[in-house]
């Protein structure tokens, strides 16, 4: 062998070298960031810049980006008192956990109350993990009665059998025995979500007509990264499909009627309560998502909020000081007062 050809040799098994360790260590990253997602014990830093688009009939507001933890962003609320595991009368076996406000003592004024739904693909998720018991005891914070539920999940309980356990929660929360217990006003009921969740809380919003203080209506709506168009024109990611044809137990998009019926979008009237919405620039679930809902909301003259957040966060991960701060101040404008 020549010396030249010696030389290139060593050059590309050089070259081969460092690109094994550029994929070692891309491979540590990435394992490395799914066991900070997971364990919640995340010590990075983003940073993140929320502009807020302009809500109907009021001022375009811009957000000084400030610093915060990565996802998930976990609190703990050593005050609040959490009674686990009650029967709301799911078909699916499902149970709700109740997050008391740190003054759980009965009041002149009962407290309006939020039902918080956990994210998960429709197929997993638990109301009890580490991060959806540390927002239910967040809203709770906020002064207000939070009943974090647990719902049927597909495969074994596709749709309907999610947004149905989701209303029949709210049912529960509004029946004589849960009103007195709590202290509850059931004129004063929100929804939160994210993810899943998110595009649960959105049709329990959308859902139904007439008074949003009766039934299984709602008087607001809080959601991050909700999915809201669930039919075949809706997501095209090829790993996410497949998500969405087992909820909504299709073979294919070309015969799920109910994937009209499972998208908020498509239900949007005029008799729908005040909406928050929030998304990531970058995120797996598009923007447009969202975007075609806000417009869809605006549309129908219903008061909405949206907030977009530079970056890739996703759902709860959007959860920073400043975001928690605006959806309680959201919950408390659109709750302090009765709904009609």
């Not at 540590?28 to 960031?33: G, K, L, N």
């Not at 998009?253 to 908020?264: G, H, I, K, L």
Request: charged letters at 20%; a neutral charge.
């Amino acid at each position: 062998m020549s010396r030249a050809d010696s030389t290139t040799l060593q050059d590309t098994r050089r070259k081969r070298i460092r690109l094994a360790r550029m994929r070692v260590l891309g491979a540590t990253a990435t394992r490395q960031r799914a066991t900070w997602a997971t364990a919640a014990l995340a010590t990075a830093v983003v940073l993140l810049s929320l502009v807020a688009c302009t809500p109907t009939g009021s001022q375009s507001e811009r957000v000084t980006p400030t610093a915060q933890p990565l996802y998930p962003q976990v609190k703990t609320y050593p005050r609040i008192v959490v009674a686990e595991n009650l029967d709301y009368g799911s078909d699916t076996g499902g149970r709700v956990d109740v997050c008391l406000p740190p003054d759980s003592t009965r009041s002149s004024t009962p407290r309006a109350a939020v039902i918080s739904i956990h994210g998960g693909s429709w197929r997993a998720g638990d109301k009890a993990n580490i991060n959806w018991r540390s927002v239910c005891q967040w809203l709770a914070s906020e002064g207000f009665v939070t009943f974090s539920v647990g719902y049927g999940l597909a495969p074994q309980h596709p749709f309907p059998a999610g947004i149905d356990d989701v209303r029949a929660a709210v049912r529960y929360m509004r029946s004589s025995a849960v009103v007195q217990k709590y202290d509850i006003d059931p004129k004063r009921i929100g929804a939160f979500g994210g993810s899943a969740g998110g595009n649960l809380a959105a049709l329990l919003g959308v859902e139904g007509t007439g008074s949003l203080s009766s039934g299984s209506r709602i008087a607001a709506v809080a959601e991050l990264s909700g999915p809201t168009n669930l039919t075949g024109d809706g997501i095209e990611l090829a790993d996410f499909r497949p998500l969405e044809l087992s909820y909504l137990a299709c073979a294919s998009f070309e015969d799920c009627p109910q994937a009209v019926r499972a998208s908020p979008l498509f239900q949007v009237d005029d008799s729908d309560p005040p909406f928050f919405i929030a998304h990531s620039l970058d995120e797996r679930i598009p923007l447009e998502q969202s975007s075609a809902f806000v417009r869809a909301l605006r549309e129908h003259d219903i008061d909405t909020t949206f907030v977009t957040v530079k970056g890739h966060l996703h759902s709860i991960a959007m959860l920073s000081d400043d975001m928690r701060s605006r959806i309680s101040n959201f919950f408390h404008s659109a709750l302090d007062q009765p709904a009609g």
